[in-house]
């Protein structure tokens, strides 16, 4: 059974930074491409970052601009994303994702962790 | 980008009604790739539907999309309580793959 388990969310004060990791398991975690997506009341779902399945190539959304950086241990199982100079517009449950054949078809989805900006 | 718009926006239905449901994507999505989602409350997306009309591993053939280029559906028979969710569509033809705003069913 496919499982992915975010961890690392929290309360974070602007300009703060934070790292989230995804657990995987259930699959061959190093041949599948991954990704964070994330979910806000007034955005809805926004994919943020996605990783091949080696890690040498990373896709981002515009608005990325530098402050996330996605990363992964293939060795660990453990999806990873940095996230720098946060801003209350980054409050949001921040999901990992499998991607399918298609980096960008998300067939299983971690539960999520909750990020708060605020001071 | 590739802007995904869903309506209607909510949509009350009595369980055994049908529901349809419609995304309209802003230019044309390539090879069809547009995935439907089913959310409920505190738990994450569910992939129903991919390359438009494919149900994922699982997933019950009371579920069906159809559609492509701009205009496709999303077609749920027979609603049972379960069914009733929030709905979201998808592009993952070209970056940044984009969702739309979901579509609520609703029970009436």
């Known amino acids: 059974e496919v499982q992915l388990l975010e961890s690392g969310g929290g309360l974070v004060q602007p300009g703060g930074s934070l790292r989230l990791s995804c657990a995987a398991s259930g699959f061959t975690f190093s041949n599948y491409a991954m990704s964070w997506v994330r979910q806000t009341p007034g955005k809805g779902l926004e994919w943020v970052l996605g990783i091949s399945s080696s890690g040498g190539t990373t896709f981002s959304a515009d608005f990325v601009k530098g402050r996330f950086t996605i990363s992964r241990d293939n060795s660990k199982n453990t999806l990873f994303l940095q996230i720098n100079s946060l801003r209350a517009e980054d409050t949001a449950i921040y999901y990992c994702a499998k991607g399918n054949w298609n980096i960008g078809l998300f067939d299983f989805w971690g539960q999520g962790t909750l990020v708060t900006v605020s001071s | 980008e590739i802007v995904l718009t869903q309506s209607p926006g909510t949509l009350s239905l009595s369980p055994g009604e049908r529901a349809t449901l419609s995304c309209r994507a802003s230019?044309?999505?390539?090879?069809?790739?547009l995935a439907w989602y089913q959310q409920k409350p505190g738990q994450a997306p569910r992939l129903l539907i991919y390359g438009a009309s494919s149900r994922a591993t699982g997933i019950p053939d009371k579920f069906s999309g159809s559609g492509s280029g701009t205009d496709f559906t999303l077609t749920i028979n027979r609603l049972e309580p379960e069914d009733f969710a929030v709905y979201f569509c998808q592009q993952y033809n070209s970056t940044p793959w984009t969702f739309g705003q979901g579509t609520k069913v609703e029970i009436k």
């Open positions: 230019q044309s999505v390539g090879s069809n790739y």
